[in-house]
Structures are given as C-alpha cells and as structure tokens.
C-alpha cells in the first residue's frame, strides 16, 4: 500500500543518512550533530522526585502545560525577553520546539497556503511546511546569510499566511540585527500575516553578538508567534519541552491541535524544566565558555583554507555553513570526507541549498581536542578532494 502523498513530498531527514555512514565508518568524528554534550541541571533532576511525590500526576494535565511552569515562564519572558504576557499574548508549552512549530502552522495555514522561510532554511520547518499541504516559498538570505527585508516584501502574496525567521540561526550561525527582525515583524503587520520566530538559541551568541525577541516590539502581539526550546539551553534535547507565545485569537486552535496530537506536554518533563528555569540562563552561559572556545578552533582551521572555502560570519547557536568553491555535488564532498577522511559534516541541500555546494560544520557536541581533530581531517580532506578539482 503506498503512503500518503502528503508523506511522499516531504523531504527525507539527512541526518539519519550521514549517521548511517558513520555506523559504516567507525573512528568518525562528526561534525554533524546539533546538540550540546552536557546533560539538564540538577534542578531540573530534583524536580523528577517532586513530580513522583504525587501519584495525581501520572494523569493527563492541562493541555497548555502545568500551572507553575506557566507562571515561570512567564517571569522568564518578560525578564530575558522583554516579553509582556498580557491579555495579548497566551504561553503554550509544547514537546519540543518543533511542535510549537507545526502547532502554529496548522493554526494559521490552510492546504495551498504560502509560508516564506530563508534559504538557507533549518529542514523541519520546510518539512511540516510540506506535510501541512502547504508551499514554502524560499527567500534567499545575502551573502552573509541575513535576511533580505526588502525580498521577503516582494515574495508576500494574496496567499502568505506567515513569514518564518529563526537567530540565532541553523544551519548558518547568523544572529539577525534587532532592526533587521523589526523591519520583517512590521511589514509582517503591514500585510496582514504573522511572523514566526525561532528563538531555540537564544542564549547562543558570541563576540558581543546580541539576541532580539521581535515578541517584545510594541504592536507585534496579535502577529507574532516566538517558538522557544529546552533542547539546547539545559541539554534537554529527549526530554522534549519547549514553549510558544501566541497572539490570543490563536489559542485556542492550538489547544484544539496540541490536545490532538499530545493531549499533555510529558508532564514528568514539565517538572524538570521547571527546575532547569531555577538554574536559569547562567546554566547554559556557564557551558558557553566551552563551545566559543571550540567555535574559535572551528573557525581557525577553517579561515586556512580561504581558497578552497568561505564562512560567512557565524555569531551565535554552533553552527556555520561553509559555502565550498567546487562543482562538486554536496553530498558527494560528505560521502567522501566520511569514507575516506573520518570526518562527517551535513549537506547544504537539505537546508534548501541547491544552487552550489555547502557543508554545515556543528560544534555543540565537541571538547576541544575532538573539534582539532575533526577539523584537522576537514581540512585535509577538503584540501584533497576540493583542491584537486579547483582549477
Ligand atoms: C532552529 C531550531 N528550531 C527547533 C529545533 C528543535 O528543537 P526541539 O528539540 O525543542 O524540538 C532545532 C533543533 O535542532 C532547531 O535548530
């Protein structure tokens, strides 16, 4: 029995694929994981007894999450983000930032309607894009990979429902400026379509790089929807628990969504996280210093290869994507840095970059010694496979 067309057009994930290739490769290094190596806070491990202290809470609690995560978050926002919750604004918690995601696409996206992503684009947007029966309508990003407010007005049609940024962002690294984001959340009201935006980073910046929640302009409530994740900031990443701001018309399609597809937020997660807030942002700021100490390896090795690669800059989340001088396919350049460099990176294609040849380089994961090794191998196999073919 074939599987849905719905199904059949939705690209398939790439990271299974590249990690299929390492299983074949033993010794690999990846560079390919977009995940941080530390694990939640013991605040967040404490709540798990608390959570076991009341057998009320094996049942189905409210859909929207538990009370007190709620109200915490709610301090969180309007603390670090400058976000109000008003009468406005409604918090949903969601099993991971990807649901916050979908949750808004279906409540705001009929089959046929347009979304406008940035290419580059992080793939599980453009997928639930796909799954939703809806058109992703790819804006390309400049040279450094920000955003083009000017483009994104031009691509707005009778069809647009919402404009979707993410800063810090995956797969590039690129921080967008406050003005910037301001600019695309304005004419986002202009005309008449929500923006939605991808904070999962936000605590991921470096060399001053400054992180901006368009939540937080004034008249952005009834337009704006913020997706934020636990995955990276406290090592979260299975626990499944992110959170969304949404205008108050919207409410209630998420619930009626959310209540279908999860019923609750896994409420034991729930209770972790509300301890993973105790410990705060200085949890994840404190874990920082390590990855800007690998970023600064990554960056340095590959700033030896100037002929053969350029990186835009990559300010925040830990990532870049380098775009490699050949007319070498992508997924050839990983395949043969696997198989014969130990060394994995993940194809631009699946981020939209169809046009040329880019490599995204993920360092979350990495302790320094690793990272030089991984990028000793990197260079050297670029060197050997792209400089034998650079004219
Ligand atoms: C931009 C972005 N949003 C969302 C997610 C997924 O987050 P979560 O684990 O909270 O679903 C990721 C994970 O890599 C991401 O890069």
Same mark, same amino acid.
């Given at each position: 029995?074939?599987?849905?067309?719905?199904?059949?057009?939705?690209?398939?994930?790439?990271?299974?694929?590249?990690?299929?290739?390492?299983?074949?490769?033993?010794?690999?290094?990846?560079l390919?994981?977009g995940?941080v190596?530390?694990?939640?806070?013991?605040?967040?491990?404490?709540?798990?007894?608390?959570?076991?202290?009341?057998?009320?809470?094996?049942?189905?609690?409210?859909?929207?999450?538990?009370?007190?995560?709620?109200?915490?978050?709610?301090?969180?926002?309007?603390?670090e983000n400058?976000?109000?919750?008003?009468?406005?604004?409604?918090?949903?918690?969601?099993?991971?930032?990807?649901?916050?995601?979908?949750?808004?696409?279906?409540?705001?996206?009929?089959?046929?309607?347009?979304?406008?992503?940035q290419t580059p684009y992080y793939?599980?947007?453009?997928?639930?894009?796909?799954?939703?029966?809806?058109?992703?309508?790819?804006?390309?990003t400049d040279d450094n990979y920000q955003l083009r407010p000017?483009?994104?007005?031009?691509?707005?049609?009778?069809?647009?429902?919402?404009?979707?940024t993410i800063s810090p962002n995956n797969p590039t690294g690129a921080v967008y400026s406050a003005a910037a984001l301001a600019e695309v959340?304005?004419?986002?009201?202009?005309?008449?379509?929500?923006?939605?935006h991808d904070e999962a980073y936000e605590y991921f910046t470096y060399d001053g790089a400054e992180h901006c929640s368009p939540?937080?302009?004034?008249?952005?409530?009834?337009?704006?929807?913020?997706?934020?994740s636990?995955?990276k900031a406290?090592?979260?990443?299975?626990?499944?628990?992110?959170?969304?701001?949404?205008?108050?018309?919207?409410?209630?399609?998420?619930?009626?969504?959310?209540?279908?597809?999860?019923?609750?937020?896994?409420?034991?997660?729930?209770?972790?996280?509300?301890?993973?807030?105790?410990?705060?942002a200085?949890?994840c700021k404190?874990h920082l210093e390590n990855i800007a100490n690998v970023r600064g390896i990554v960056l340095e090795e590959l700033a030896?290869?100037p002929?053969?690669v350029t990186v835009p800059p990559a300010l925040g989340a830990f990532y870049c994507l380098m775009r *490699?001088?050949?007319?070498?396919?992508?997924? @050839?350049?990983?395949? $043969? /840095? &696997?198989?014969?460099?130990?060394?994995? !990176?993940?194809?631009g294609?699946?981020f939209?970059?169809?046009?040329?040849?880019y490599l995204r380089v993920a360092y979350g *994961?990495l302790?320094?010694?690793?990272a030089? @090794?991984?990028l000793? $191998? /990197? &260079?050297?196999?670029?060197?050997?496979? !792209?400089?034998?073919?650079?004219?």
């Open positions: 029995m074939p599987e849905s067309r719905r199904v059949a057009a939705v690209q398939s994930p790439v990271i299974p694929v590249v990690g299929e290739l390492i299983a074949q490769h033993p010794g690999t290094i990846s390919g994981q995940v190596s530390y694990p939640p806070p013991e605040e967040a491990l404490a709540k798990i007894e608390t959570f076991l202290a009341d057998s009320e809470n094996h049942k189905y609690k409210m859909v929207q999450g538990i009370p007190a995560l709620l109200e915490a978050l709610e301090g969180k926002l309007r603390r400058g976000i109000d919750i008003s009468e406005a604004h409604r918090i949903v918690v969601t099993a991971g930032g990807n649901m916050g995601f979908v949750n808004a696409l279906l409540a705001i996206a009929d089959p046929d309607d347009e979304i406008i992503l793939f599980n947007h453009e997928m639930a894009i796909a799954l939703a029966n809806c058109t992703a309508v790819c804006v390309p000017e483009a994104i007005r031009q691509a707005v049609t009778d069809r647009t429902r919402a404009v979707v959340n304005a004419l986002c009201r202009e005309r008449g379509v929500y923006h939605v939540g937080s302009l004034p008249d952005s409530a009834d337009h704006t929807v913020s997706l934020f636990f995955s406290y090592g979260f990443a299975s626990w499944r628990i992110g959170y969304m701001v949404i205008p108050e018309h919207l409410y209630l399609a998420v619930k009626k969504i959310q209540d279908t597809v999860v019923i609750c937020p896994p409420v034991i997660s729930q209770w972790a996280a509300l301890g993973a807030l105790e410990a705060g200085p949890y404190a030896k290869i002929e053969l *490699v001088h050949t007319s070498l396919p992508a997924m @050839e350049v990983v395949e $043969r /840095l &696997v198989r014969d460099f130990g060394v994995a !990176v993940i194809p294609t699946t939209g970059m169809t046009d040329g040849c *994961v302790e320094a010694h690793t030089a @090794e991984g000793k $191998r /990197l &260079v050297q196999g670029l060197r050997e496979i !792209v400089g034998a073919k650079t004219p």
